[in-house]
């Protein structure tokens, strides 16, 4: 069975600083996909940015970045320019087929890393 | 443009009562949805998910049972709740591009 791991329960930053949180996965598979959804007071899971195994290109979205190293299973999220509004529960999450002749994948999440953003 | 509508949002139940969430998801067809929990604390359990209409596959045992009536409703339900039913329960769907997209939840308190 696949397991995310984020062994990072809390984390702070100031405003307008850089701050990084860890991912580990393990899976024998070479296909997947792999997930950051921050999940903010409201509780809405919202999507930050996502990545596909098979690209060697880490992913961007705007002051959200990856650093995904397959060999070493390892999904870390870099977010610059820390906001206020960043403050949420972040999630790192794994998705792999499974199932042939179908088209079912499965989300797999960690347990989260509760990041607050300090004025 | 694709949405996904979960309600209620929040309710409170007695012990022993059943149970009816349900969700929708408008602008596409026959998608992957999913029932997550999320229990008080952190990470999402995966509870159900479904590939098509009447197409229903349980990840672990419980008091709870899912169903996909339409091609684009799934609905999570209970004959009779449990105290450890309580927590925040997540609709979801596969996009295409192999995204999953979250509805905004539903508190459920069993009292």
């Known amino acids: 069975a696949q397991t995310v791991t984020q062994s990072q329960p809390e984390m702070s930053v100031q405003e307008a600083e850089t701050v990084t949180l860890s991912c580990t996965y393990d899976?024998?598979?070479?296909?997947?996909?792999l997930f950051w959804y921050k999940q903010p007071p409201s509780r809405q899971m919202i999507l930050v940015i996502r990545?596909?195994?098979?690209?060697?290109q880490n992913a961007t979205e705007n002051r959200f970045s990856v650093n995904f190293q397959k060999a070493a299973k390892s999904f870390s999220l870099k977010i610059s320019d820390s906001q206020l509004g960043d403050t949420a529960m972040y999630f790192c999450?794994?998705?792999?087929?499974?199932?042939?002749?179908?088209?079912?994948?499965?989300?797999?999440f960690g347990k989260g890393t509760l990041l607050t953003v300090n004025p | 443009s694709q949405t996904i509508h979960q309600w209620p949002a929040t309710l409170v139940q007695p012990v022993g009562s059943p149970l009816s969430l349900e969700c929708t998801v408008e602008?596409?067809?026959?998608?992957?949805l999913y029932w997550y929990r999320q229990a008080a604390g952190r990470g999402l359990q995966l509870l159900f998910y479904?590939?098509?209409?009447?197409?229903i596959s349980s990840e672990v045992p419980q008091n709870l049972s899912a169903s996909r009536p339409q091609d684009r409703q799934f609905i999570l339900s209970s004959k009779k709740l449990l105290l450890s039913d309580s927590g925040f329960y997540l609709c979801?769907?596969?996009?295409?591009?192999?995204?999953?997209?979250f509805g905004e939840g539903s508190w459920l308190t069993v009292v």
């Open positions: 979801a769907w596969k996009a295409i591009g192999n995204t999953i997209y």
């Open positions: 899976t024998s598979e070479s296909n997947y996909y």
């Open positions: 990545q596909e195994a098979y690209k060697q």
């Open positions: 999450a794994f998705m792999k087929h499974v199932s042939s002749g179908g088209s079912n994948y499965k989300l797999t």
């Open positions: 602008g596409t067809s026959n998608p992957n």
């Open positions: 479904s590939v098509g209409i009447g197409q």
